[in-house]
C-alpha cells in the first residue's frame, strides 16, 4: 500500500511500531513527536521514517504541522491518531491542570488533527483515520478520570465522523488496545502492575506494540474498506466488547 500516513506519538511505544509496520506495508510515513528529541533523533536514525515536531494539543500548530508534511510528502491519505498522555491521580486529587492537559492531548487532538485533513480525504474519496483509544475508555479505570473521559470521548467521535464519511471512501475506526509493555504502562507502580492488572489479563501477560501496530496496518488498508465506524479490542481478554 503506498498511501501517504501520519503517525502521532509515532517514534514511541505503539505509535513507533505503527510507523514502522505501515512503512514495511509500503506507506510513506511521517511520524509526529511532541518533545522527545533524543527518541525521535533516534528513531529516524534507526528506520529513515520522517520525523516532524509538533504539539498535538495545538490546533494551529497541527495545521501548520500538516500543510508540511502535504508540501513534503503529499497529500495524507492515512492518518493515525496515537498520541496520548496520563496524569493519573485519583479524582478527589486531581488538578484542572492534569485533567485539561488530558483532555487537550488525547481528544482535542482529535479535532486538531482531522479538520485539516477531513475536506482533502473526502474531495479525493479516500481516507483511512485509526485512532488509538484504550481499554480503560471502554471500561473506566481508578486512577484515571481524565484518561477514561478522553478516551470515550474518542470513541463517540469515531462513530461520528464515520457516519459523516461513510459515502466518501473514508473510514474511521478506533482500537482500545488493554495494557502494553510501553513506557506509559510501566510508569504504573511495579506492585500495583503485578497484583492488580496483569492477573486480570487472560492472556496472562502484557501486550507488544507490535500486536497494536498489525491492528493499525490492517484498519488503514485497501481491504478494510467495509470497515468503519468499529472499536477493535486488542487487549488479552480483559474486557471482551
Ligand atoms: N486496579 C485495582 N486496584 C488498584 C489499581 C488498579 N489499576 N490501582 C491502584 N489500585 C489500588 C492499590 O493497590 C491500593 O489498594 P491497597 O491499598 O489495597 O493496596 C489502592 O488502589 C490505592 O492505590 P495507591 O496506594 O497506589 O494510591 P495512590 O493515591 O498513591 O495512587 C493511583 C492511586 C493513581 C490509582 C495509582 O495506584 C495508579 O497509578 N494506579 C494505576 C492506574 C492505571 O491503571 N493506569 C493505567 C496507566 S496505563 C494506560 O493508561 C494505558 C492504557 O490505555 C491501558
Redesign the pocket.
Known sequence: MSRIAVVTGGTRGIGAASSKALKEAGCTVAAVYACNEEAAAKFNDETGIAVFKWDVSDTGACADGLAKVESDLGPVEILVNNAGI?R???FH?MDVEKWRAVIDTNLNSLFNMCRPVIEGMRERGFGRIVNIS???GQKG????TN?SAA?AGELGFTKALAQENAFKGITVNAIC????GTE??L???E??LN???IPLIPVGRLGEPEEIARCVVFLASDDAGFITGSTLSANGGQVMD
Open positions: 496520563t493519573d491521580t485519583m486529587r484504550s481499554i480503560n479505570q481508578m486512577g484515571q484518561y478516551k488496545p488493554g495494557y502494553i506509559m504502562v510508569a504504573v507502580p506492585k500495583v497484583e492488580k492488572i
